[in-house]
């Protein structure tokens, strides 16, 4: 489950049923019980995520035929999730045999592979957001921002 930006648990009563979830902004919750906890929009159990992809596809986001997300809404929520986004650099080298990626400025080991840039790109993706689940979001350094990356090559005496 997302780590929350508030550690309250909120329980509401919907439909008749209990509703819990943790707030992450105004319209995007991180519900225990929804999505296993993934960030969806508050009530419609629709993963922001995946929404953001298929608007970013332009295909339409429906839960079901009475539910559309309105543009209204859907730029709320774009504001929102941008927000809760954490923006990492990335070096990906490519070998003889496949791709190797990692991250600049976290503390700890994460790598990821794969047989092309973007599985790479995807594997350590996964790497990082297990690693900041695992121990916490403050194994991303702030004061050590990367600004820039240079890639320089050096003749070092054997």
Known sequence: MVK??????VREMMGGEPYEYYPLGQSIVAAPGVCRGRPTFKYMRIDVHHALGLRASRLPIRQNP?????S????????EETAMVK?????VEKHPDGY?????GLKGVIVGEGDTYEEAL???KSAITFHMET??????????SVL??????AGIPL
């Open 148 to 153: 820039e990356v240079f890639v320089a090559e």
């Open 72 to 79: 209204a809404c859907l730029v709320q929520c774009v504001n």
């Open 100 to 104: 190797v990626a990692y991250p600049l």
């Open 135 to 144: 121990f916490g979001s403050d194994v991303v350094e702030e004061a050590a």
């Open 122 to 124: 995807a594997d350590v």
């Open 66 to 70: 009475r539910h559309v997300l309105s």
């Open 87 to 91: 923006h990492v650099k990335v070096i």
């Open 4 to 9: 929350s930006a508030s550690t309250k648990l």
